[in-house]
């Protein structure tokens, strides 16, 4: 990987793009320490001192939420309008048809993803500005309307910084927009760890206990990325004419251990906490309402039970979407490919569904386990852990992407360091 870092570095164009994407960077770190107008700097340091704000959202928003930042919103709107469209693209046939159009399509997919992403971005920043209005100096109407367009604005700007990234940066720009917000809290999660070792030999153990565990999680994120199912396809021979064509060949289709990644997360944790999110509109909670917020909380047993279910559901329904095994199985028998010993056409189909099914019910164990770190460090060390399996999933997926696109970047210019 470092090698890899130093290769790129030394050609030109790829160092232009590595610092135009550390530049923009810069300027989203920047931006989550602008506190929103009216909120007074005061208030918030004595209420962040009573009150902890290591939630994930917030992490993911690199701290921008507790600070009451223009960018509090983040990349969020921006990343849920993406998966809804994704989903819509699969249920609509229109929205199909069009995703297949070429680059005129994807154009108008796009455009249509910013309009959605505005509309979640007013609906959240209107729960956030209503929610901060106690923070404000002299509250009124007319500061939480600009609080709102602000948040707004904030996050429709971070949704362009991204876009720039992956045009003309390294890797996908939504993704490092969260890895490097991650990675602005690790800080404080070194100095808590610091603090447990102040402890005396208990806090040294647990110390050393989190170190370890987190270790294994790294390297079974890394092993769980990196696996994939190989199938094996073999190619008849074609005839030409007269004379019989080049074929006869064989391939593999491979299918990924966890084809939904992190979204099977990150949509478990934003229905495990809509109530949470509700709660944010209504100035007055009521009993019952904070009862079941209670119960939700990925902390309270049920509440994990729950989100593991709901983990295993969205692996499903998603894999379910990206992966078509009838699709898949026709356009074998169009190239005239086949599976050894499975007939083509639904044979070949069904096979494809019972692997497919196997693999996701492994794939979904693996991070569901290792979402559910962070809340069994929190029952065993007795410690509110921000960081843990989702960040680090987030964070070791993110990593791997970089070296496989500055990888591609080197293979293209045929780099000779990076051949040798």
Not at 2 to 14: A, D, Q, T
Not at 109 to 138: F, P
Not at 357 to 386: D, E, S, Y
Request: a positive charge; aromatic letters at 10%; proline letters at 4%.
């Amino acid at each position: 990987m470092f090698k890899i870092l130093v290769n790129s570095w030394k050609v030109k164009e790829i160092r232009d793009k590595m610092l135009y994407t550390l530049l923009i960077l810069a300027i989203v770190r920047l931006g989550a320490h602008i506190y929103l107008p009216g909120i007074s700097a005061a208030t918030i340091k004595a209420y962040t001192d009573l009150n902890s704000t290591g939630t994930l959202y917030n992490i993911i928003a690199g701290g921008a939420g507790s600070n009451y930042s223009i960018f509090a919103l983040g990349i969020g709107p921006y990343i849920t309008s993406s998966i809804i469209m994704q989903l819509l693209c699969v249920a609509i046939p229109t929205l199909e048809q069009l995703s297949k159009e070429g680059e005129d399509g994807r154009q108008k997919i796009n455009k249509y993803t910013r309009y959605i992403t505005v509309v979640l971005a007013a609906l959240q920043g209107t729960g956030i500005a209503l929610n901060y209005k106690t923070m404000m100096t002299n509250p009124s109407t007319l500061k939480v309307v600009i609080a709102i367009i602000t948040l707004i604005a904030g996050s429709m700007f971070i949704m362009w910084l991204a876009e720039q990234i992956t045009q003309k940066g390294i890797s996908n720009g939504s993704s490092m927009i969260i890895f490097v917000n991650i990675i602005s809290s690790l800080p404080n999660a070194i100095t808590a760890l610091v603090g447990y070792c102040k402890e005396g030999k208990t806090g040294i153990l647990k110390t050393v206990g989190i170190l370890v565990l987190l270790f294994i999680v790294i390297v079974l994120i890394v092993k769980v990325n990196d696996g994939e199912r190989r199938l094996p396809v073999q190619y008849a021979n074609k005839m030409t004419g007269r004379r019989m064509g080049s074929g006869g060949n064989s391939s593999v289709f491979p299918i990924k251990v966890n084809t939904a990644g992190v979204i099977s997360i990150i949509f478990a944790i934003s229905l495990i906490q809509f109530p949470e999110t509700i709660s944010g509109f209504i100035s007055s909670v009521p009993g019952w309402l904070e009862k079941v917020i209670g119960i939700l909380s990925m902390t309270h047993p049920v509440g994990a039970i729950i989100y593991v279910i709901l983990i295993f559901a969205f692996s499903f329904f998603y894999t379910s979407i990206v992966i078509n095994p009838n699709e898949i199985a026709e356009n074998m028998k169009k190239n005239g490919g086949f599976i050894p010993g499975i007939r083509p056409g639904m044979p070949t189909a069904n096979y494809i569904t019972r692997v497919v099914n196997r693999i996701t019910w492994v794939g979904a164990v693996c991070f569901a386990g290792l979402a559910l770190v962070p809340i069994v460090m929190q029952w065993i060390f007795k410690m509110n852990v921000g960081f843990g399996g989702t960040t680090l999933i987030i964070v070791v997926g993110v990593c791997l992407d970089i070296v496989k696109a500055l990888e591609s970047q080197l293979l293209m210019r045929h780099y000779k360091g990076f051949l040798d």
